[in-house]
């Protein structure tokens, strides 16, 4: 692995650095308040604002793929101007700065402006944040790191809805109170990003070199790095937004004030095996964590389609959790060992561009088939998108470390 300068790294078996740690906290507190939003947006926008299910499965698309498109161009210009941290706190505080929006907006037009400038903070924020995170450490320690990273940002995403029951019956069932609370945690998020991150100085970025970085650079991508980004895509054709978790535990008979639960239930698992997920990426041969992560998302496709009752959702829900302890860390890890260093924000974008773009189509088509044929369907078609990510993982061979 090639150093840069101001780089902050820790040997082989040592502990993570503090700016690690920091990192995690930051992704904690912005979840905390996206979570918070999240677990109340779907049934506000159903039983206030009258939305239908395809409506609400294109917003969630439309939002989700505007991050995926951001985040091409703010990984690339990450690596351009090798200011990591400079794009992460633009990201994260624009997504700050929009969560008052949900609050006061009354109609579906208003969520989605605030739904899609939230993501498109997301998306200037996630790939340069991403490449941090590699950037900060050795490479025998990127699955601890992106697992450590990912079981705190899991955290957030169990106080958040937690957050919401409470502050639901705190406020007698007014979304609209619960939604202020959301703005708290998110400046939090921020405050400490600036405080607590240093910003490496790289030797390779391209404003130093007098090079030229641009997106037909992404020729100089792998091809193991392609088929870690094919073998992505695949599988978030089978995790359409968990907005609809959030719908089918209602549709099951959970009361809206307790629907955050399948939430909690989902990142309480989550949070759980990421770190320890995280440490045996960096031992284990990729496919040992992924076959088995994709075969967890088959199995709960299968139960959430033939729930009959709350608790069968809740425990769908806890299965999908393992699924993503198992695979996102991984992932993470996966894109940035086969990119070079001086593109590693460009590969995190692209890789992000091209799930975005299988989430916005599975999103759509889990609305359109909620719409025509009912949640079963919704639930059958993600096991087969499951399935067919897991053979394809059975012809995955990693990349030779040098």
Not at 88 to 93: K, M, N, R, S, T
Not at 139 to 161: F, K, N, T, V
Not at 178 to 187: G, R, T
Request: charged share 15%; hydrophobic share 50%.
């Amino acid at each position: 692995m090639s150093r840069h300068k101001g780089e902050i790294h820790s040997g082989t078996g040592g502990k993570l650095p503090r700016s690690i740690w920091a990192l995690g906290f930051v992704s904690m507190f912005m979840d905390v308040s996206s979570e918070l939003v999240h677990s109340l947006l779907p049934v506000y926008m159903r039983n206030v604002l009258g939305a239908s299910m395809m409506t609400i499965g294109m917003l969630e698309g439309v939002a989700e793929a505007t991050a995926s498109i951001t985040k091409v161009f703010s990984g690339t210009f990450s690596d351009y101007i090798g200011k990591r941290k400079l794009l992460a706190v633009l990201g994260y505080g624009l997504s700050a700065l929009i969560k008052p929006l949900f609050p006061v907006a009354n109609t579906i037009g208003l969520v989605f402006a605030a739904r899609f400038t939230d993501r498109i903070g997301k998306g200037i924020r996630d790939a340069p944040r991403d490449a941090l995170v590699a950037d900060l450490v050795l490479e025998d320690m990127r699955g601890r790191a992106y697992g450590l990273r990912q079981s705190l940002d899991s955290a957030g995403a169990i106080a958040g809805p937690l957050l919401a029951m409470a502050f639901m019956i705190f406020f007698t069932g007014n979304i609209k109170a619960v939604l202020w609370i959301a703005v708290i945690p998110a400046f939090l998020s921020v405050l400490l990003l600036m405080a607590g991150v240093p910003e490496p100085e790289h030797a390779e970025k391209a404003s130093d070199s007098g090079k030229r970085l641009k997106l037909s650079d992404a020729g100089r991508l792998p091809f193991h790095y392609w088929l870690v980004v094919t073998l992505g895509t695949i599988l978030t054709l089978a995790r359409f937004s968990d907005a609809f978790l959030v719908l089918r535990a209602q549709q099951l008979g959970l009361a809206p004030g307790l629907v955050p639960l399948i939430l909690i239930v989902m990142n309480v698992t989550y949070s759980l095996f990421a770190y320890p997920a995280g440490k045996a990426a960096d031992r284990l041969q990729p496919g040992r964590l992924l076959l088995p992560g994709t075969a967890l998302l088959v199995v709960a496709d299968i139960v959430l389609a033939n729930a009959g009752s709350p608790v069968a959702a809740l425990a769908g829900a806890g299965i999908w959790g393992g699924h993503m302890a198992l695979t996102q860390g991984l992932l993470s890890k996966l894109v940035a060992d086969t990119a070079p260093p001086d593109l590693r924000g460009t590969a995190f974008g692209i890789f992000n561009l091209l799930t975005g773009g299988a989430l916005l189509l599975s999103s759509l088509i889990a609305g359109g088939l909620w719409n025509s044929f009912g949640p079963q369907a919704t639930f059958i078609a993600g096991a087969a998108f499951a399935a067919l990510a897991t053979t394809g993982l059975c012809f995955y061979r990693p990349a030779h470390r040098p």
